[in-house]
């Protein structure tokens, strides 16, 4: 070098150098105890993760190549510099050449025959100084921690997400096992998350590690809903069983009812048109009944409830009917008893009006009163006999009516 350096200026630079050499031991220390090194160093990695931690690790290897360069370098300066207190002109050219020249000798490297020519050498050295050395080793160490870093980040993140999902899960499995239902769905989310956990584990790095999670959420939540639902039918089966034994008594009761009744009016009502009432509506529910009570046990819940959702509303149809059938039929005996009273009271009206004695007002209440009052009755002739009845009388009234106006 053709500027020497001066016994100060060596001194110093000297101490800069090893206590460079001391932090970048330290540095290199803390980077193999960083927790993504242990994460990444025993894993069977794949994919981007796989990319960047080979290209870490070649770093990592070199890193501590140079760092042992760097360190002998600094011994070597040391020795010089322990020859004398006052060190002459020829070991400050010697410092000065350690401690700034380019005395650092990298790898060779070999040269293609294409690129050295007839007469060039076959492999090149590069020759840099500590200075340089020093500023590919922080480059090459903020990359690798980069790498590290990421992973550990990223891994936390994940695992910070698997954990949570894993005793959702294990509870729903739990559930999903007493009440008979959603087995295979739960197998099917285990292995979407063992397949995200694997994916973790092996190529953390991707921006894809933990894109299942989301749906793997969602249908845990699913069955977080639907199982205690389940539960919950499964819980009140037998009184719901009950509920429908006491819906078919009373679709029982009414066609019973139905069927006494009709059997009175087609004794009282002519020609009603009804059939006779069966048991065609308790019949199927019962049969619905048997068949929901046979399957228990050997069903899920799930299935279970949607049968007995569908009887619920079979069996409500059912006694719907039933009562719909039976007002039909009293409703022809209500129907004779309203043409009863109405004839009464026209018959009042009359003699209220002073028509007591009129014989053909008497005619024709006679005869609204001998169908009314035969049996059976026929219904459609009474309705027109209490027209006629009530249209006489009317015709009896409207004029004295119109002459008090």
């Not at 990319?51 to 020795?79: G, H, I, K, P, S």
């Not at 020093?134 to 990421?150: C, G, K, P």
């Not at 299942?212 to 389940?230: C, F, G, K, N, Q």
């Not at 005869?367 to 009896?396: G, S, V, W």
Request: aromatic share 4%; net charge negative.
């Amino acid at each position: 070098m053709d500027v020497v350096l001066s016994r100060d200026e060596v001194d110093r630079a000297l101490a800069a150098v090893r206590g460079d050499s001391d932090r970048i031991a330290e540095s290199l220390v803390e980077m193999d105890a960083h927790p993504g090194h242990k994460l990444l160093k025993d894993a069977a990695l794949t994919g981007l993760t796989a990319r960047r931690w080979a290209q870490a690790r070649t770093a990592m290897a070199t890193l501590w190549e140079q760092f042992a360069t760097y360190r002998d370098m600094v011994a070597r300066a040391q020795e010089v510099r322990a020859r004398r207190s006052r060190p002459g002109d020829e070991e400050l050219a010697e410092l000065t050449d350690l401690l700034h020249g380019r005395v650092v000798e990298l790898d060779s490297e070999a040269v293609p025959i294409e690129r050295r020519g007839l007469t060039g050498p076959a492999q090149v050295t590069e020759r840099i100084t500590l200075a340089e050395l020093l500023t590919r080793m922080r480059q090459a160490f903020d990359t690798v921690t980069a790498v590290l870093a990421a992973a550990e980040s990223a891994w936390s993140a994940a695992i910070g997400r698997f954990d949570p999902l894993d005793r959702r899960l294990h509870a729903v499995s739990v559930q999903a096992e007493s009440v008979g239902a959603a087995v295979g769905e739960v197998a099917a989310i285990r292995r979407d998350l063992d397949r995200a956990r694997e994916l973790v584990l092996t190529d953390v790095l991707t921006v894809h590690a933990t894109d299942a999670l989301p749906d793997v959420e969602r249908r845990i939540a699913d069955l977080e809903t639907r199982l205690p639902r389940l539960a919950r039918v499964r819980d009140e089966f037998t009184a719901r069983l009950v509920a429908f034994e006491a819906v078919l008594s009373d679709i029982e009761a009414v066609e019973a009812t139905a069927r006494q009744t009709h059997a009175a009016m087609v004794e009282k009502i002519a020609s009603p048109g009804l059939p006779v009432p069966g048991e065609h509506a308790s019949s199927a529910v019962r049969a619905r009944l048997r068949r929901l009570r046979a399957r228990q046990g050997s069903e899920g819940w799930d299935v279970l409830a949607r049968e007995a959702d569908d009887l619920e509303r079979f069996a409500t149809t059912a006694l719907d009917g039933a009562r719909t059938a039976l007002r039909a039929i009293t409703g022809l005996l209500d129907r004779r008893a309203e043409l009863r009273g109405r004839l009464e009271a026209y018959q009042v009206k009359a003699a209220r009006l002073g028509h007591a004695e009129d014989g053909e007002l008497s005619r024709l209440h006679d005869e609204a009163h001998r169908i009314l009052f035969t049996a059976p009755c026929d219904l459609a002739a009474a309705t027109r006999a209490l027209n006629r009845y009530r249209q006489a009388i009317q015709d009896r009234t409207q004029p004295r009516e119109e002459r008090a106006e």
